[in-house]
């Protein structure tokens, strides 16, 4: 467990919000006090929900139901003037809304043919570099990036080549985005698959395998030199890869961590520091991590070939919340150490991460 001390971060919940409704993700609406709820209704429809943070209470200003269960969404290809909301439905629906007038879609594209399980935005808010791109994870086993100013065709479809057994596709998070011409995905599976694909080349750069379901793959920032990358699984251990320096061979140096027994849902980094991130567990728990780089991030081996070096973990803080699963995390992008994660008691938690500047 974490050591404890006058400097040591505290996970403080602020607000306890119940629902009627299983929440599958929640999101800060970027600059505002307010966050999403998406997930679905006993009678099987979808809700997206719409609160207020006022002091230390949530007030409800919107509810939307619409036909299918929501599963995941993010507002990380529109603009701070749209806000636009995108979210993937139980259908493979992908569709994008405009809280203010959310009746129909401003944009829709039934994007694959199962569930859509996971999805990511970049190149809106000022974050990345380049178009405006969504990408989705499917059941199906594909992962396709979508610009929502075409119509119905994906920019990009990575599926299984022919013969290869489809996986399902269970994370996906866009990295690497700079300059206008870079830009990465990477994407988990239920088989412990890691694979990155080069959206300028379009090729699979690197690939790897940590022999649990991948449950959530982020990179550290999206609009940098592509830098680390943390990828969490089923038997709640997590990875993270040095992703400064690719060997020809080995890959990307990686240092792994066992933080519970069991599922670590979701990984998010801190915005404000690149190097600090929570981890949410099956366990009801989060943890807080941060990364120390090594004296020296690449060395040569005997062949002369720069392979990275990975660094190592410590443990700031731990605190169990709820008795059942924490499946969804999100930092305010806005005010450093807010947070907000749901979890499958059916409760949305405001969560305050204290002393995060003395690390």
Not at 82 to 92: E, H, P, V
Request: hydrophobic content about 35%; overall charge neutral.
């Amino acid at each position: 467990s974490a050591a404890a001390g006058p400097e040591r971060p505290q996970v403080v919940s602020h607000v306890q919000q119940a629902l009627s409704y299983t929440v599958f993700d929640c999101k800060w609406v970027p600059r505002s006090a307010r966050l999403v709820c998406l997930g679905s209704a006993a009678r099987g429809t979808g809700l997206v929900q719409l609160y207020e943070l006022h002091g230390a209470r949530l007030e409800l200003l919107r509810e939307i139901e619409k036909p299918k269960p929501i599963k995941c969404g993010t507002f990380g290809a529109t603009s701070l003037q749209q806000r636009y909301l995108a979210t993937g439905d139980f259908d493979g629906n992908l569709n994008i809304w405009n809280l203010e007038a959310p009746e129909i879609p401003v944009y829709s594209v039934k994007g694959h043919k199962e569930i859509i399980n996971s999805i990511d935005g970049v190149g809106g808010l000022g974050i990345g570099e380049g178009a405006p791109e969504i990408v989705t994870g499917s059941r199906d086993g594909t992962v396709k990036v979508w610009d929502p100013r075409q119509n119905d065709t994906p920019v990009a479809n990575m599926e299984p080549v022919q013969g290869e057994t489809k996986r399902d596709c269970w994370t996906v998070a866009f990295g690497n985005a700079y300059n206008q011409e870079e830009r990465v995905v990477c994407a988990g599976y239920d088989n412990g698959d890691i694979k990155l694909f080069d959206l300028k080349t379009m090729s699979l750069r690197w690939e790897t395998n940590i022999k649990n379901g991948v449950c959530s793959v982020e990179f550290d920032r999206k609009d940098i030199n592509m830098n680390k990358l943390v990828a969490t699984s089923l038997e709640g251990k997590f990875h993270v890869f040095d992703l400064r320096t690719q060997h020809p061979t080995k890959g990307f140096a990686s240092v792994s961590e066992k933080a519970q027994k069991s599922t670590i849902w979701q990984v998010r980094h801190l915005p404000q520091n690149r190097d600090i991130f929570m981890t949410s567990g099956g366990s009801g728990s989060l943890h807080l991590w941060k990364y120390e780089y090594p004296a020296q991030r690449s060395k040569k081996d005997s062949e002369g070939s720069e392979m990275g070096v990975a660094g190592s973990l410590s443990l700031l803080q731990n605190v169990t919340l709820s008795t059942q699963p924490i499946s969804s995390l999100d930092w305010s992008p806005d005010k450093k150490g807010l947070c907000v994660c749901g979890a499958f008691d059916q409760t949305v938690r405001v969560l305050i991460v204290t002393k995060l500047n003395k690390i």
